[in-house]
């Protein structure tokens, strides 16, 4: 995790280049551009299915011993919400202790759920793990409370479709004793062999509370391999601690007088030395700006004074932008390298706290020629857009601004492939679906690594869908739920963050995959359909109406590839409740509910090894 801002002085001679270049490819990570990775080659265009729904009959539940391993084959059993084969045990304890329950399967991936209620299928479990430190068992730490019986329910995931067996085993645990968190007053911990454990992870567990109701911070510092969960107070009967977030370097709490708050600092296999800090939380203000006009030519200077952004300085520029423009920013240096980034809201200073959707809307490092760099965006009328500079390291640099009159947006017709080729930076698109569907944009290009981008505005940081190489080869596919006769616009552009203005040919299709309503599914009858496209792109769509509150089995079969099944509640934009990349998937219905079934091509496996490592030959 990167801390984007930090308002610090920059020490002289702090720079690194090998860090500032790895710093720009993880932003490279944040924006989805990547290198381009080897892809098997695309299915056939058209493939065959039978859909079947069915009335899914309760599992059965066992009974689960302390200290005593039990193992069972799996082989049709029940199926729980991604495909997967499950059973179910039911749990109770004599005293208030905690329990380890581990899950390990010789043939498959297993995981745990755990309840403390029957309806296993409709509530969210109170607490579940996949895979533990270095392997891929699963195992549970959870505190039981006596005369409360737990439901405790294990999937496995086998290779394709084969099945197999799980050991299943419960045991007394004693957690990690837990140690009162000074304020603001840096601790020093150890994680390592002799630490507790705690979900198969090195564990530390420190503890605090707040007189009043305050905003805290709670900090790693000097580590890059401990992550902390914070979670609130004891489990209480029948509940589960509340999390904060995901395991991270530092988490916001609003906390609140009288509760008990738990950290744990974790560490896998390896171990870590870590700072842990509790301290008031301080929003990050605006860094300093300064007005650049366009166009025209400013100056600047990188100094050890300027605020940190991936462990290099900063300058912050502002423009604001009175009528819709294109905007071309030059930086060039004769002391740094610099490099330059553009976004259209402040929140960029909150990274990583600030949603996964704000990103910059322009990027680059050297495309205008040496160590220059050269960047164009489109300016909207009344936006204000912040301008980051950066280098290698200090010295004087020169920005020039730009402008010219927007270029006319082209419209993207649908079911037609298109050739252009790339100007000086991105090229926009409309798009407008005229009914609601998912809509699928394919870029192709011989000449450089596509990316494609869906965004809701035609210069904006929020990203609505992405891709890099989900075409094949270097090519990019992304495909996203849209709104009949809403227009979005379709960012082109090459994936390379250092040459973003290398031009090139490259193709562009729309297609669109209406909901149909007459395309629905009752149970007991199987139907037929035909699914067709790239990878993980739903290619046919169907719906259910639920009769009553059961339990349902969707199965695919008569099958010539490998599918992707996603069901959602309610509509094409609604919560998926089940997700499956095999031939089937179960879940729970509600008397009523409408739910919306999408049925795609899944990823190919990887081809299988041979005991010397190399690639086997295909069947025929």
């Not at 004693?174 to 705690?198: F, I, K, N, Y």
């Not at 509640?569 to 509910?593: D, H, M, N, W």
Request: net charge negative.
């Amino acid at each position: 995790m990167i801390h984007w801002f930090e308002p610090v002085a920059h020490p002289a001679g702090r720079f690194r280049g090998w860090g500032f270049r790895l710093g720009l490819v993880v932003l490279g990570a944040h924006l989805g551009l990547a290198l381009a990775q080897p892809a098997n080659p695309p299915p056939p265009k058209h493939q065959p299915y039978q859909l079947l729904l069915e009335p899914l009959a309760d599992p059965p539940i066992h009974s689960l011993p302390l200290g005593q391993p039990q193992t069972r084959a799996l082989e049709g059993h029940s199926v729980d919400n991604e495909g997967d084969p499950c059973e179910f045990w039911s749990l109770r304890v004599e005293q208030l202790q905690t329990l380890r329950l581990t899950a390990t399967s010789p043939e498959g991936d297993p995981r745990i759920k755990l309840w403390n209620t029957p309806a296993v299928f409709q509530d969210p479990p109170l607490a579940e793990n996949d895979d533990t430190s270095g392997s891929s068992d699963a195992l549970l730490d959870y505190q039981f409370f006596p005369g409360q019986t737990y439901y405790v329910g294990v999937s496995v995931r086998f290779p394709e479709e084969a099945t197999g067996s799980y050991t299943l085993t419960a045991t007394p645990f004693t957690p990690p004793a837990p140690r009162p968190l000074p304020w603001d007053e840096p601790v020093a911990g150890h994680l390592g062999a002799q630490s507790a454990s705690l979900q198969g992870q090195y564990c530390d567990v420190w503890t605090f509370s707040v007189p009043e109701p305050r905003v805290v911070l709670v900090a790693l510092e000097d580590t890059e391999k401990a992550r902390l969960n914070v979670f609130v107070g004891p489990p209480e009967k029948g509940k589960t601690a509340q999390r904060y977030g995901s395991p991270s370097l530092r988490q916001r709490i609003e906390a609140k007088p009288g509760v008990y708050y738990r950290v744990a600092v974790l560490a896998s296999e390896q171990e870590a030395d870590y700072r842990l800090r509790l301290g008031p939380y301080t929003p990050p203000p605006l860094p300093p700006t300064t007005p650049l006009a366009v166009p025209g030519i400013a100056e600047g200077e990188l100094t050890d004074q300027d605020l940190i952004f991936l462990d290099n300085p900063c300058d912050v520029w502002q423009i604001a932008v009175q009528e819709g423009q294109r905007l071309t920013l030059t930086c060039s240096s004769e002391a740094t390298d610099p490099w330059m980034a553009v976004f259209d809201t402040p929140d960029f200073v909150i990274l990583p706290d600030a949603p996964r959707t704000v990103k910059p809307i322009a990027l680059d490092d050297d495309s205008g020629g040496g160590t220059t760099a050269r960047l164009s965006f489109d300016g909207e009328a009344g936006q204000v857009y912040y301008l980051l500079v950066l280098g290698y390291g200090l010295g004087a640099y020169r920005l020039q601004t730009e402008s010219a009159p927007l270029p006319p947006l082209k419209e993207l017709p649908w079911g037609q492939e298109i050739t252009s080729v790339l100007p000086d930076g991105p090229e926009i698109w409309e798009l407008t679906p005229p009914a609601a569907g998912v809509v699928t944009v394919q870029m192709k290009s011989r000449e450089f690594d596509s990316f494609v981008a869906i965004k809701p505005r035609r210069s904006s940081s929020q990203v609505l869908a992405e891709d890099d190489d989900s075409g094949g080869e270097l090519n990019a596919t992304v495909s996203f739920l849209a709104e009949a006769h809403r227009t979005y616009y379709v960012q082109a552009q090459r994936s390379d963050v250092a040459d973003l203005a290398g031009g090139g040919n490259y193709t562009l299709e729309a297609t669109l995959t209406e909901i149909i309503p007459d395309q629905s599914l009752s149970l007991g009858t199987p139907v037929h359909g035909t699914v067709a496209g790239a990878p993980n792109v739903a290619g046919q769509s169907w719906t259910f109406m639920a009769p009553a509150n059961q339990r349902v089995l969707l199965r695919l079969s008569q099958l010539q590839f490998h599918p992707r099944i996603i069901v959602r509640l309610g509509g094409p934009a609604g919560k998926v409740i089940a997700e499956s990349a095999r031939s089937q998937v179960a879940f729970q219905t509600e008397a009523g509910a409408f739910y919306f079934i999408q049925i795609g091509l899944g990823e190919e496996p990887p081809a299988p090894e041979d005991e010397g490592g190399e690639e086997a030959p295909a069947a025929d």
